[in-house]
């Protein structure tokens, strides 16, 4: 997958990706305080305490899928499309990483 767009260079993709992951961060780390303390230890009985464990209870994972909608966002504001890349074989058969 690789955001496209027809007039955009290489540089200018990978700038402006760079630009909208640095700004999707800081404003999700704005309310990253709030997601942190969501799952709370349960006191079953005096002395025994069970803490939540698990995927889901993930303090940070708030904040990462909100960075990924807000670069995602971001890019498309800016005229970008996420497509599938294909990328083709060298013809002596090495990976030579192009599209």
């Not at 496209?4 to 999700?28: F, I, N, T």
């Not at 909608?69 to 990328?87: D, H, N, P, W």
Request: proline residues 8%; charged residues 20%.
């Amino acid at each position: 997958m690789a955001w496209v767009k027809p007039d955009a260079g290489a540089d200018q993709v990978r700038s402006d990706e760079q630009a909208c992951r640095l700004a999707a961060a800081r404003e999700a780390s704005y309310h990253g305080y709030w997601y942190q303390h969501r799952m709370q230890p349960v006191v079953v009985a005096p002395g025994q305490v069970i803490w939540p464990s698990g995927a889901f209870v993930d303090p940070y994972a708030q904040q990462f899928l909100d960075e990924n909608r807000l670069a995602q966002f971001c890019m498309e504001s800016k005229g970008y499309e996420l497509k599938e890349v294909t990328i083709q074989p060298s013809p002596g058969g090495t990976a030579s990483g192009k599209p």
